[in-house]
């Protein structure tokens, strides 16, 4: 297997990108970025936390639906701003 290389990785990515107009490329980044964030942020809490902690359950149900609605605000179904 070839070793992940960071270039490849970009190219990839503007390849991905290259249909979208200036606004969605925007949009569309923001959101990778939001959402590998939110991952980040889960690993570490995972990593602090006690495994049943309440606190980490609410924080990665939370995270969750920040990154579905892509906008960074944590909404329960069924509210403004569901598409």
């Given at each position: ?20 107009s ?28 006690p ?19 892509g ?13």
């Open positions: 297997m070839k070793k992940a290389d960071d270039l490849d990785a970009v190219r990839a990515v503007v390849a991905a990108l290259e249909p979208f200036e606004d969605s490329r925007k949009r569309i980044v923001r959101w990778a970025e939001e959402k590998l964030s939110a991952i980040l942020d889960l690993d570490t809490a995972a990593e602090t936390r495994e049943g902690s309440v606190e980490k359950k609410t924080r990665r149900r939370r995270k969750a639906a920040s990154v579905e609605h906008d960074g605000a944590a909404r329960p179904a069924g509210t403004q701003g569901d598409i």
